[in-house]
Structures are given as structure tokens and as C-alpha cells.
């Protein structure tokens, strides 16, 4: 386990986290082709099977992207979902064991029926702070997660925080078109990231991120989009 939880798997804003969440008006939504690219990316990168995007709301966890999840699972019940504790803390949560003995505030029973048993998730973070949700990435192995794979989940959740940011600030503008353009721009960013994700993949038998050059690359394609999103929101 990588983090102590607090008691109870409510947290005390958790009214106040709830209104600013469904400002976004993203909660149970239909899927976004940029939110599924993220996803693909990010398990592409990790090599792990299953990514997604969970927004915690009052009773249940929802998901807005996932790749490799079994079909039609498209929420949980908060109490049946690790994204729930994960959400609870500042620093990415990972546990290489998917067990009630992991995180006693989460039921591992869906985990345990899909043979589910690595899980790394970090929160989604609105500009003032507040977590909204999660990025995660899942697997059926045993694994470590690295310090240099830490932060590449962090890096890749800002830039799901700051899309969400952007896509809620179109909404607000009544701007449809003007959202479906940026959506575009990003993804063609996401595409050639994922095939540079591909490349680096199939070049050294899976992706090394203790790779000092390899690391590097990534960040770097990373930090772009990061730039490219942080102009957006100005």
C-alpha cells in the first residue's frame, strides 16, 4: 500500500467537492473521443491492460473513459471502487495488491471477480484544487510502481484536469464548435504521442521508464501538450 486512508471514505468537503464537480457537467455523460485517447495512451504507456477516468460523485463512481474494461461497466458504486480512496489523497495511490487488506474503506469483490490485482490511480484536480476524480491504470499482475511512473500518471492526470477545465469552460460559453476544435487539435497531439508510445514499445520490448532517454522523450511530448492546454485556458 502507498498511503495510510483517513477513516471514513467520505471526505469532510466532500458537499462542497460534489457542487464543483457537476459544474463541469461531465458526470454521466456520453463518451469524448479526447477523453478515450487519453486513456489509450496512458495504458499504452504504462503496459498495463486497463486505463480510465472515473468522476467520484455522491453515490457512485463514474467513468468517462476506460480501455480494456469489461463491456458495459460504466460506473460502480462508490463503496466498490478503489478510485474512491485513491481520490482521498494528494499523492498518486498504488497497490500491487488488490485486496480488502490493501484499503478496508473499498469492497475488493468487483476487483477480485475480474482477477483484477495491480491498481495505480491520481487525482483529477480542478484549478483551485479540489479532486474531482481519477486517472488510473489496472492489471492483473503483480507489479511495483516506480518513482519515475509516478510521475508520469501525475503528468498525464493534469493534462485530463486541464481538458475537463477546458471542455467546462466551452460549455459555459455556450461554444460547441469552438470545444470540437480544440478537441481536435488535441487529438492529433495524442495521436502522435500514442505512436510514439508504439514506437518506443515495440523498439525495446516495452516501454522503460527508467530510461533516462526514454523518460525524457516522453515527458518532453508531455510538457508540449501541457504548454498547448495552459494557452487554452488563458
Keep these: 500500500m502507498s498511503a ?18 457537476h459544474q463541469y457537467q461531465i458526470v454521466n455523460t456520453t463518451p469524448e473521443k479526447i477523453f478515450d485517447d487519453y486513456v ?7 503496459n498495463l491492460p486497463i ?6 460523485d455522491e453515490e457512485r463512481v463514474w467513468f468517462k473513459a476506460s480501455v480494456g474494461a469489461p463491456a458495459g461497466i460504466t460506473s460502480l458504486a462508490r463503496p466498490d471502487s478503489m478510485c474512491s480512496a485513491a481520490i482521498l489523497q ?8 488488490y485486496t480488502r487488506e490493501s484499503c478496508d474503506l473499498v469492497n475488493p ?11 495505480a490511480g491520481t487525482a483529477l484536480l480542478t484549478t483551485e484544487g479540489i479532486k474531482i476524480g481519477v486517472l488510473a491504470v489496472i492489471g492483473r499482475e503483480h507489479r ?3 518513482t519515475a511512473e509516478s510521475e508520469l500518471l501525475q503528468a498525464l ?13 466551452y460549455l459555459d460559453a455556450n461554444n460547441p464548435d469552438g470545444w470540437e476544435k480544440a478537441q481536435r487539435e488535441l487529438e492529433t497531439q495524442l495521436d502522435d504521442n500514442f505512436a510514439l508510445a508504439r514506437y518506443l514499445a515495440t523498439r525495446t520490448q516495452g516501454i522503460n521508464l527508467e530510461d533516462d532517454e526514454i523518460a525524457q522523450v516522453i515527458k518532453q511530448r508531455l510538457a508540449n501538450m501541457d504548454v498547448v492546454l495552459d494557452n487554452k485556458l488563458l
Excluded at 483517513?6 to 460534489?18: C, E, G, K, T, V
Excluded at 469483490?109 to 491498481?119: I, K
Design 144 to 146: 511495483v510502481f516506480s
Design 109 to 119: 469483490a468487483t476487483a477480485e471477480a475480474l482477477g483484477l490485482h495491480f491498481y
Design 157 to 169: 492526470a493534469r493534462l485530463v484536469s486541464k481538458t475537463i477545465e477546458l471542455r467546462g469552460r
Design 51 to 56: 486505463s480510465l477516468i472515473s468522476l467520484v
Design 4 to 21: 495510510l486512508f483517513p477513516q471514513s471514505l467520505i471526505p469532510d468537503n466532500d458537499a462542497m467537492r460534489l457542487r464543483v464537480l
Design 40 to 46: 489509450a495512451l496512458t495504458a499504452r504507456l504504462f
Design 90 to 97: 494528494d499523492t498518486p495511490v498504488f497497490f500491487s495488491d
